[in-house]
């Protein structure tokens, strides 16, 4: 039986975007490909709000990850990192050698803009990172207070923000931000299967790139944006053209449903969500920066989370364990992509029943 996937990441795809995969090849550097690369890109700078480049990257959301790590910081770079996920940019730059420095929050705490101002006040830095939507902590960041600061006061620090589990389900106008470097994945928020990353990338970012040396070569900025702008809408090496067909077909379908009809329906389904734990566990972190896409739920069913999630597999549904430090302690639901309000309910309902009944036999 087919569980359907309530993970935040991968989610579950629909039939007809898979239907897209399925597609005959066509050579790579033909003119077709080139208009396949370019209706993306187009599409998805409505989707992020920007006139920035686009940069496909046949790899997850972590391979543009690390690539913007070594591309964009020439001096030393700021991690901010509020979980999991947030950790992982530091370990990227101390693997890859960029000289970098991590600035923890809490688990379940976001950044704040004053810890931004703090630590650019120093003069150090001129490269950030961001984790927009922490998935391990269902924390979203207070994104637009820390551009804020950043703008008016450390203009030339290039700012690179993972918004891997939340572009297309929240609201992220990357230009009216004022991001570099934005990075997402297809198996979110975009509801594709796993295999390619995306990332918006400004035109001073990649200049300042440009100057900087040991940038690699397969997830070298310079050269992804080199490709798109002069060859045009090419690839270096040979893309997923089968996920670029879903995305393409996927992006006509998000902005038929519109970015804030999107948003919405994402708010509204965080809301539900949250209030079932409320009434039949607890929302784990601070609720006045929860994420619209995925809930972590502190674990206080008394119900250890590897049976619960086996008694929910035996109905067909995957929810997710704890991430990281919080394994054990919580559990997530992910509420993003196509996910109906309908699937929402159903779903919360028969957690409901499941958690009941495994209680009674305690
Ligand atoms: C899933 C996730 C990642 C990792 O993305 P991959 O596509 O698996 O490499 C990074 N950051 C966040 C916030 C995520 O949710």
Same mark, same amino acid.
């Given at each position: 039986?087919?569980?359907?996937?309530?993970?935040?990441?991968?989610?579950?795809?629909?039939? &007809?975007?898979?239907?897209?995969?399925?597609?005959?090849?066509?050579?790579?550097?033909?003119?077709?490909?080139?208009?396949?690369?370019?209706?993306?890109?187009?599409?998805?700078?409505?989707?992020?709000?920007? =006139?920035?480049?686009?940069?496909?990257?046949?790899?997850?959301?972590?391979?543009?990850?690390?690539?913007?790590?070594?591309?964009?910081?020439? +001096?030393?770079?700021?991690?901010?990192?509020?979980?999991?996920?947030?950790?992982?940019?530091?370990?990227?730059?101390?693997?890859?050698?960029?000289?970098?420095?991590?600035?923890?929050?809490?688990?379940?705490?976001?950044?704040?803009?004053?810890?931004?101002?703090? $630590?650019?006040? /120093?003069?150090?830095?001129?490269?950030?990172?961001?984790?927009?939507?922490?998935?391990?902590?269902?924390?979203?960041?207070?994104?637009?207070?820390?551009?804020?600061?950043?703008?008016?006061?450390?203009?030339?620090?290039?700012?690179?923000?993972?918004?891997?589990?939340?572009?297309?389900?929240?609201?992220?106008?990357?230009?009216?931000?004022?991001?570099?470097?934005?990075?997402?994945?297809?198996?979110?928020?975009?509801?594709?299967?796993?295999?390619?990353?995306?990332?918006?990338?400004?035109?001073?970012? $990649?200049?300042?790139?440009?100057?900087?040396?040991?940038?690699?070569?397969?997830?070298?900025?310079?050269?992804?944006?080199?490709?798109?702008?002069?060859?045009?809408?090419?690839?270096?090496?040979?893309?997923?053209?089968?996920?670029?067909?879903?995305? &393409?077909?996927?992006?006509?379908?998000?902005?038929?449903?519109?970015?804030? +009809?999107?948003?919405?329906?994402?708010?509204?389904?965080?809301?539900?969500?949250?209030?079932?734990?409320?009434?039949?566990?607890?929302?784990?972190?601070?609720?006045?920066?929860?994420?619209? /896409?995925?809930?972590?739920?502190? +674990?206080?069913?008394?119900?250890?989370?590897?049976?619960? +999630?086996?008694?929910?597999?035996?109905?067909?549904?995957?929810?997710?364990?704890?991430?990281?430090?919080?394994?054990? =302690? /919580?559990?997530?639901?992910?509420?993003?992509?196509?996910?109906?309000?309908?699937?929402?309910? /159903?779903?919360?309902?028969?957690?409901?029943?499941?958690?009941?009944?495994?209680?009674?036999?305690?």
């Amino acid at each position: 039986m087919h569980k359907r996937l309530y993970i935040p990441g991968p989610v579950e795809v629909r039939q &007809d975007v898979l239907d897209q995969m399925a597609k005959p090849m066509i050579g790579h550097r033909t003119k077709d490909a080139s208009a396949l690369q370019q209706g993306i890109s187009e599409k998805l700078q409505k989707v992020m709000g920007t =006139k920035n480049t686009i940069v496909l990257s046949t790899s997850s959301g972590s391979g543009l990850m690390e690539g913007a790590v070594r591309c964009f910081t020439k +001096n030393r770079c700021a991690v901010f990192s509020i979980g999991a996920f947030g950790k992982r940019w530091y370990k990227m730059c101390t693997a890859n050698g960029v000289p970098a420095d991590i600035f923890e929050s809490e688990l379940g705490q976001p950044t704040t803009s004053e810890m931004v101002d703090e $630590v650019l006040s /120093t003069g150090k830095y001129d490269c950030i990172t961001i984790t927009h939507n922490e998935t391990s902590t269902g924390v979203h960041n207070p994104i637009k207070a820390i551009m804020d600061v950043v703008k008016a006061k450390y203009p030339d620090v290039i700012t690179c923000v993972d918004t891997v589990s939340s572009m297309a389900g929240d609201y992220i106008p990357v230009d009216e931000l004022g991001l570099d470097v934005c990075i997402t994945s297809t198996q979110k928020c975009l509801g594709l299967p796993p295999g390619m990353a995306i990332a918006s990338v400004s035109d001073r970012a $990649v200049e300042k790139a440009k100057t900087i040396e040991n940038r690699g070569l397969y997830f070298d900025y310079v050269e992804l944006v080199k490709f798109v702008k002069e060859k045009p809408f090419q690839y270096p090496s040979t893309p997923s053209l089968s996920h670029m067909y879903a995305l &393409d077909y996927q992006l006509d379908r998000i902005l038929e449903e519109g970015i804030e +009809n999107r948003y919405k329906r994402h708010c509204e389904m965080a809301e539900v969500v949250r209030d079932w734990a409320r009434k039949n566990c607890a929302v784990y972190s601070n609720p006045d920066h929860l994420s619209v /896409t995925v809930t972590c739920i502190t +674990n206080t069913t008394g119900i250890p989370f590897s049976e619960l +999630n086996k008694a929910m597999g035996e109905k067909g549904y995957l929810i997710s364990n704890g991430y990281g430090d919080l394994k054990d =302690k /919580t559990f997530r639901i992910a509420h993003m992509a196509d996910t109906t309000m309908d699937e929402i309910k /159903t779903l919360l309902k028969d957690l409901e029943e499941t958690i009941a009944e495994l209680q009674s036999k305690q």
